[in-house]
């Protein structure tokens, strides 16, 4: 069974840096053409593509974000991490997760549940 | 960067009905278009991908066509379980989704 599943803090200060963990089971990132990527959705907003990491280590980012998004994952604990610096109130969103099986093509089969961010003072 | 816009942002319609939703690609997406549906407080699903392509487990009343900057998701006869929000996905150049549209009941 494949699963992922989001964690991480439910509020932020702004200026702080935000650390998400997505743990995940029933797949390996070492399998060609295997990534988790990262999307998130601001409340009653659409859906925001942020960063992936790949099977051959390839890290990718939204070039809006870039500057602030970092990606790496712990292979022992099939877990992938991202991390934004500076976090402002437009970074309230909730952030998932999601398995792309599709060789690069960045299509996303399987998410997780998600998690609620707010950035707030 | 690539946009999309999704056409209507919002649309009632009755059990039964044949739905259309369009998305348009600011420039050429080839077949790098993928359709997703999601649902209150829920995760999106993956529906369509590669424009044309049904997603395992997803009923086969849903289907994308299109190419270039046109794409059409259809719903043949719309389901109560279908009421959701739609978003295309290009997948061209990095990653950027719709703005969505919303179906609900009439």
């Known amino acids: 069974q494949i699963t992922l599943k989001e964690s991480g803090p439910i509020v932020v200060k702004p200026s702080q840096t935000l650390t998400l963990t997505c743990t995940f089971s029933?797949?390996?990132?070492?399998?060609?053409?295997?990534?988790v990527g990262w999307i998130r959705q601001p409340p009653g907003k659409a859906l925001e593509w942020l960063a992936g990491?790949?099977?051959?280590?390839?890290?990718r980012y939204s070039p809006t974000l870039k500057s602030r998004l970092t990606v790496t994952k712990d292979t022992s604990r099939n877990q992938v991490v991202l991390t934004m610096t500076n976090v402002g109130p437009a970074d309230t969103a909730t952030y998932y997760c999601?398995?792309?099986?599709?060789?690069?093509?960045?299509?996303?089969?399987?998410w997780g549940q998600g998690t609620l961010v707010t950035v707030s003072s | 960067d690539i946009q999309m816009t999704q056409s209507p942002s919002s649309l009632s319609a009755s059990v039964g009905d044949r739905v259309t939703i369009t998305c348009r690609a600011s420039?050429?997406?080839?077949?790098?278009l993928n359709w997703y549906q999601q649902k209150p407080g829920k995760a999106p699903h993956l529906l369509i991908y590669?424009?044309?392509n049904l997603q395992r487990g997803v009923p086969s009343r849903f289907s994308g066509s299109g190419f270039g900057t046109d794409f059409t998701l259809t719903i043949s006869s719309l389901q109560p379980e279908d009421f959701a929000t739609y978003y295309c996905?290009?997948?061209?150049?990095?990653?950027?989704f719709g703005p969505g549209t919303k179906v609900d009941i009439k």
């Open positions: 999601a398995r792309d099986e599709s060789l690069g093509k960045y299509w996303f089969d399987r």
């Open positions: 029933g797949f390996s990132l070492t399998t060609t053409g295997v990534g």
């Open positions: 990491y790949y099977w051959d280590d390839d890290r």
């Open positions: 420039q050429s997406v080839s077949s790098y």
């Open positions: 590669d424009a044309t």
């Open positions: 996905q290009q997948t061209y150049t990095l990653v950027t």
